[in-house]
């Protein structure tokens, strides 16, 4: 191609690319020659660089030529090693077995599994651990004002009145219920004839009989005191109790509890201290070998007894031992809701202590649904005395044993019920009654007598409470 046509296409170009200050110009040289020129001016630089400035910048690009020629070689480098060691693993892949290569994929996914369920469980662990640290939370925030309640109920007031100073005893010292500090009592002992401390029961209600069992017609049902209120939907319904005649290791302080809502109930709570019991602490949790039913279960004598789940079973628990003594069917009686009290619960079989030993409250297709009382032997749960009562069980919402007779409850839920009805088994003939009684919860799915304690105690919708009573004298 001639020079000229070059230089021209050259032009054309720049100017193509955007180089619209070009300039195209021919003219002779100094010799006569003709001479084609053409100029563009730089987009970036604003004026030529010197010589110096030049060889510098030729010193840049030859060293940035040397370092991406440098890293190409690395690179080149890397790529061979790679290349190497993919070719020892496909070599090491062809020498293994087929059935090895699988079993080694299943063991890797089953290990994935397990990992993945792992995490899972410890997930599902720190959410009931930050749920229990919630609770906890809130019951040390109130725990000022139990201590407070605690102090005021247990801690001795100060007399006021000369006739609450025996004669010849004076007062030395008086608590001060403000100061939580250790303080220092002083007293002078006075004797008291023994004739009046047998006047006092051991809850300190008066007895019916100077000395006696204290056994008498119920006719006064006090005011519900709670004690405690569950912490969870599981609390809804339950059953609390002490045991009045306690074994070692037990003692008259010890309490158990269960929470009664759901379908495999076999956790019972222990609490060695009333204090315990009161700040929701148990000292020890029983699981049952078999779940239970219903909120019949009482404690005596240092087994748990209670109705086994969908059966009519009576199931002995030694709780010292963990382990059980005895069962034993009731012949005939209606049990999963088949004659439960009037608030349901699978209230069909519920157990009940009394001064005189272990009963079994039930109803059976004979009895026609009316209530049938059982008189237990409590080391084998055979039965020794049975009787057939005209008290239709479905139509009442509780019931319990006081001194051989069984009272029951007219209404769980409003809040003026009464015990309207006593069956006295040693004359085999009931009558009604119209004894004050409270809901206060107006959901009362348990109740029971102590015969230590001569209380009531009940679980009243989510709250455990007691009641003091009092018997006529016989």
Known sequence: MPAVQLLLLLACLVWGVGARTAQFRKANDRSGRCQYTFSVASPNESSCLE??????????????????????????????????????????????????????????????????????????????????????????????????????????QARSTSEDVPPGSKEVSKWNLENVDFQELKSELTEVPASRILKESPSGQPRSEEGGTGCGELIWVGEPVTLRTAETLTGKYGVWMRDPQAAYPYTQETTWRIDTVGTDIRQVFEYDLISQFLQGYPSKVHVLPRPLESTGAVVYQGSLYFQGAESRTVIRYELHTETLK?????????????????????TDIDLAVDETGLWVIYSTEAAKGAIVLSKLNPENLELEQTWETNIRKQSVANAFVICSTLYTISSYSLPDATVNFAYDTSTGSSKALMVPFKNRYKYSSMIDYNPLEKKLFAWDNFNMVTYDIRLSQV
């Open 51 to 156: 010589q110096g400035q030049a060889m510098s910048a030729i010193q840049d690009l030859q060293r940035d030529s040397s370092e991406q020629r440098a890293a190409l070689e690395s690179t080149k480098a890397r790529l061979r090693s790679l290349e190497a060691l993919l070719h020892r693993l496909t070599l090491g892949q062809a020498a293994m077995p087929w059935d090895t290569q699988e079993g080694l994929q299943r063991e890797l996914e089953l290990a994935y599994s397990h990992l993945v369920r792992d995490k899972s469980a410890l997930e599902e662990e720190k959410r009931r651990l930050e749920e229990e640290n919630g609770d906890l939370a809130r019951r040390l925030e109130s725990s000022s004002e139990e201590v407070a309640s605690l102090r005021r109920g247990l801690c001795p």
């Open 326 to 346: 005895a069962e034993k069917e009731i012949p005939g009686a209606g049990y999963h809701g088949q004659f439960p009290y009037s608030w349901g619960g699978y």
